[in-house]
């Protein structure tokens, strides 16, 4: 949350915005790196029921010198032990292999902060958090420690307007909306600053969310029950997979999707969920080839289709 003016440097953050919102922003950052990046070299899953040793896990990493999933497979390890020295040093070992990842930037960045014993922000966590916004300006937990360096050089109002933006582009139910919120209240009550409405606006306009259940009203009488995303039992399902095993699940939820819209290329929203989709898969060309199906398809929605892949960085 804020940082006081009375706690010891980085004491009244720890308590508040970097335990708020830490965790579940590693839904979009450390196993997110496996969910899109490659992990055809990962090790073999063991027998079923069998936990992953940290040992295996390093043993994979340490076997793998020109992939990073490995790496952030045994950083994520480390974090959920609570070893951030460990995980640091993991997902500094992971950016050297793939420089360019800013999930695996954002993930060191955050390691570092926790790492951290009296610095709420030290310098190179908060120059981890500049690199992964370089390559991605829109990573979600950059922007939210971002935001949370103003808070703690006590621009609390700098700050909300920040937490506020990343709560107006989260898709609704994000797995860290809940904690942003929280940290948006907290920091706002401690303050004296009225957030309440702020809160209801940014959540009111946000875009419907990637693979969202249902196919959504853009496409209307066309829209169809067959063309939607996860369940929360699939989403429940996915966080028990090893992070290597979940690129696979989220390729064939959009296979599907894409092999449904074949059968029902009428339905507007579909085509734009699975652009956005591609798009978040890191597939620019496969998401372009998705809109010009989709215009194909529905030339009398081509400019909403081509206004919305423009939105999504589809050129």
């Known amino acids: 949350m804020a940082s006081g003016d009375k706690a010891p440097a980085g004491a009244q953050s720890k308590a508040g915005w970097v335990l ?3 965790a579940l922003l590693l839904a979009a950052g450390s196993i997110g790196y496996n969910i899109y990046g490659d992990s055809s070299t990962a090790p073999p899953p063991p027998e079923a029921g069998a936990p992953i040793s940290i040992d ?4 994979a990493a340490e076997a ?3 992939d990073a999933g490995p790496w952030s497979d045994l950083a994520f390890a480390y ?3 609570g070893d951030y020295t460990e995980a640091a040093a993991a997902y500094r070992r992971a950016v050297a292999i793939d420089p360019e990842a800013a999930v695996l930037w954002s993930a060191l960045g955050e390691t570092l902060v926790l790492a951290s014993k009296r610095d709420p922000m030290p310098p190179d966590a908060l120059a981890a958090f500049q690199k992964a916004l370089s390559f991605d300006p829109q990573d979600p937990r950059a922007r939210y420690f971002m935001a949370a360096k103003k808070d703690v050089d006590k621009d609390h109002e700098g700050a909300i307007a920040m ?3 990343l709560l107006a582009d989260s898709p609704p139910g994000a ?3 809940a904690d942003l919120v ?3 209240e907290q920091v706002g009550q401690m303050n004296q600053i009225e957030v309440a409405s702020r809160i209801a606006k940014a959540q009111a306009e946000r875009k419907p969310a990637l693979l969202a259940p249902g196919s959504g009203s853009l496409a209307g009488d066309a829209a169809s029950p067959d063309v939607r995303g996860p369940s929360a039992a699939d989403v429940a399902a996915a ?3 090893k992070p290597s095993e979940q690129r696979e699940m989220a390729e064939g939820m959009v296979a599907q999707l894409e092999a449904r819209l074949q059968q029902q290329p009428k339905n507007v929203d579909g085509w734009v969920m699975l652009i956005r989709s591609r798009m978040t898969l890191g597939e620019p060309a496969k998401a372009k080839a998705a809109l010009e199906a989709a215009v194909k398809a529905n030339p009398g929605a081509a400019a909403e289709l081509r206004a919305q892949a423009e939105g999504l960085g589809v050129s």
Do not use: C, V
């Open 163 to 165: 937490w506020l933006d």
């Open 79 to 81: 974090f959920q032990q």
């Open 175 to 177: 797995p860290w909306e």
């Open 64 to 66: 793998s010198s020109d």
């Open 20 to 22: 708020l919102g830490a």
């Open 239 to 241: 966080r028990q997979l």
């Open 182 to 184: 929280r940290t948006i």
């Open 56 to 59: 295996q896990l390093r043993a």
